[in-house]
């Protein structure tokens, strides 16, 4: 029901929706109906914007060919290496992850909106605890919940996430907690590390 009669691009897709959506979901909850309909969802809209180009793994080629981002992403300690696999991914990937985040970033937000929490500050806090990936370009400091930021707190690029994932395996969750005390965001501490050659 779950992956048949799919191709096997698509089955190793929805399974790394899995994957990503049992991350966030309490132990024991089958994520297998989630992931698929996140999945068909985010298939049509990829589909809608790239058609059959939603499975091309060149963009990695592409992004290496434009100065512009290129330059923006070292001087960020990117290296050639970590943007040239990322966007080597099928689109759809990308697709797939940015429908987790929205969907848990939802489901944050819906459960402290029913605990009566704040949700500007259930929103910094997050920000203070967990990486947050986008362009960093499009960091607003005028909206309110980003009044008590800067830009070392705002999004670093996705390129980072294998090598902010790797960081985090390998350091105890309590050391991670005392390293963030020191910084303003995970963003933050991220970029640090990165100026450091840490991460």
């Known amino acids: 029901m779950f992956g048949f009669g799919?191709?096997?691009?698509?089955?190793?897709?929805?399974?790394?929706?899995?994957?990503?959506?049992?991350?966030?979901?309490?132990p024991g909850d089958d994520v297998r109906p989630l992931a698929r309909e996140?999945?068909?969802k985010?298939?049509?809209e990829a589909k809608g914007v790239y058609g059959d180009d939603m499975y091309s793994e060149s963009y990695g080629d592409m992004m290496l060919a434009n100065n512009v981002l290129?330059?923006?992403?070292?001087?960020a300690g990117l290296t050639v290496a970590d943007v040239h696999r990322y966007w080597s991914r099928p689109v759809f990937v990308g697709f797939i992850e940015a429908k987790v985040t929205e969907l848990v970033d939802f489901v944050a937000l819906d459960a402290a909106h029913k605990a009566?929490?704040?949700?500007?500050?259930?929103?910094?806090?997050?920000?203070?605890r967990e990486p947050r990936y986008g362009d960093p370009e499009k960091w607003n400091p005028s909206?309110?919940?980003?009044?008590?930021?800067?830009?070392?707190?705002?999004?670093?690029?996705?390129?980072?996430?294998?090598?902010?994932?790797?960081?985090?395996?390998?350091?105890?969750?309590?050391?991670?907690?005392?390293?963030?005390?020191?910084?303003?965001?995970?963003n933050a501490l991220v970029r640090d590390l990165?100026?450091?050659g840490k991460i």
């Open 6 to 26: 799919m191709s096997p691009k698509d089955k190793a897709i929805l399974a790394h929706t899995e994957r990503l959506l049992a991350g966030f979901l309490l």
């Open 38 to 40: 996140l999945f068909d």
């Open 42 to 44: 985010a298939k049509a």
């Open 70 to 75: 290129m330059k923006k992403r070292l001087d």
């Open 116 to 128: 009566g929490k704040d949700l500007v500050e259930v929103t910094r806090d997050r920000r203070r």
């Open 143 to 186: 909206l309110p919940v980003n009044s008590v930021f800067s830009m070392e707190d705002a999004d670093i690029y996705p390129e980072f996430a294998e090598r902010v994932s790797l960081w985090q395996s390998k350091i105890p969750a309590t050391e991670q907690t005392a390293l963030l005390k020191q910084f303003t965001s995970f």
């Open 194 to 196: 990165v100026r450091k």
